[in-house]
């Protein structure tokens, strides 16, 4: 309107620059229908454990003399906050991936539904078949959208709060997952969330113990799959390895399984039927290109008092004192109860085998 009545200040008339900024300051500056409008997250948790895992990858210490970054690839359950599986790794690959799921499956049991970004490792074909296989909905984030994924990333700054920075680059592999570990089962675990105002671990078992997956369910998720046309002298060749298949399947198309890091036990399957197992004739390559790649040794220790009592703490745990068998039936003792007093009074044996208990 004011462009329209002349455009350019006058006398008692403000300029549009004037008049916008008095705008802007009243708040008045934004769209009538909305766009500019920032935009507003909603809060959101599972109701039950296991309803949902959230799965991403942080770069952390240089490891020995190599100059890699270490890489956490974790899944963390959106109810009770605990990290179900997760493992450190050279990087943010298939390989160690299928790591951090697998023991989180394996300890935790099988979730509703898996949310990743869209890294190459969480959109390879490997993990799209691990979900089908285990009846697993695979969710991918929508790009640029972090908020999505708030629960691992509050995690991975509490990683870096509180454990990386007890971390000095040189570290071993081994030792930094060995590390992780015993913060991660002394500390995290059993301190109480500030949302949840339980700890983590309460909150997992408070539904009892999960159901596990069956082993071989589990196996059948992680082999590999790759499609190949049977020749006229009834072979497939896989990675320069040659293998020698039933003559009922000369020219169609078959599918191969496998363990990326075996490569001479191949299963053959048509129309998802099996047909037996493959037979090696040329074998050039022993595992999977991807696999090839291999650790450095473990330097000396850093001396990192802290994280090292919290291992120890966490080995003791584990271990605890072991029961002296041989001191529960010491021949001749003639009284059976293995104390030598012969007073056939057991309560010796019951001081020791009690402080195993809880193990």
């Known amino acids: 309107m004011l462009a329209a009545a002349g455009g350019e200040a006058t006398a008692g008339v403000p300029g549009l620059r004037t008049l916008q ?20 997250y909603g809060r959101f948790e599972a109701s039950v454990r296991n309803e949902l ?15 890699r970054r270490a890489v956490l690839l974790g899944f963390i359950d959106d109810h009770s906050r605990l990290l179900v599986g997760w493992r450190w790794g050279t990087g943010e690959d298939v390989f160690g991936l299928e790591a951090a799921l697998r023991s989180g499956l394996m300890a935790r049991g099988i979730p509703g539904a898996v949310l990743v970004d869209r890294g190459s490792a969480f959109v390879s074909t490997q993990l799209l078949r691990a979900c089908a296989v285990l009846g697993v909905k695979l969710i991918h984030a929508s790009p640029r959208a972090a908020t999505t994924k708030g629960k691992i990333e509050r995690f991975f700054r509490t990683v870096r709060d509180q454990f990386l920075v007890e971390i000095d680059d040189g570290i071993g592999l081994a030792e930094l997952n ?11 675990h059993r301190r109480v969330h500030s949302e949840t105002k339980a700890t983590p671990l309460e909150r997992f078992d408070a539904a009892g113990a999960p ?60 129309q998802q ?16 290109p991807q696999a090839d790649h291999k650790l450095p040794p473990a330097p000396v220790g850093t001396g990192i008092d802290y994280l090292r009592l919290l291992a120890e703490k966490r080995d003791a745990e584990l271990g605890g004192q072991r029961i002296d068998y041989a001191s529960l039936a010491t021949p001749g003792d003639g009284d059976g109860d293995g104390d030598g007093d012969g007073d056939g009074d057991d309560r010796d044996i019951n001081q020791k085998a009690g402080t195993q208990g809880e193990h």
């Open 211 to 270: 159901v596990l997956p069956n082993p071989a369910l589990l196996r059948e998720a992680f082999l590999w799959s790759q499609e190949r046309t049977v020749t006229k002298t009834a072979t497939v060749p896989l990675h320069t390895n040659s293998y020698e298949v039933d003559p009922a399947l000369v020219g169609r198309k078959v599918q191969l399984l496998f363990d990326p890091f075996d490569l001479t036990r191949i299963e053959v399957r048509y």
């Open 21 to 40: 900024t008095h705008l802007a300051r009243e708040g008045l500056n934004v769209r009538a229908d909305g766009r500019s409008a920032q935009k507003v």
């Open 53 to 67: 895992w959230t799965g991403d990858g942080l770069h952390g210490p240089k490891l020995g003399d190599t100059g």
């Open 273 to 288: 039927r099996p047909f037996g197992l493959a037979v090696p004739l040329q074998i050039g390559r022993h595992t999977h």
């Open 178 to 188: 060995r590390l992780f570990s015993a913060w991660l089962e002394v500390v995290y």
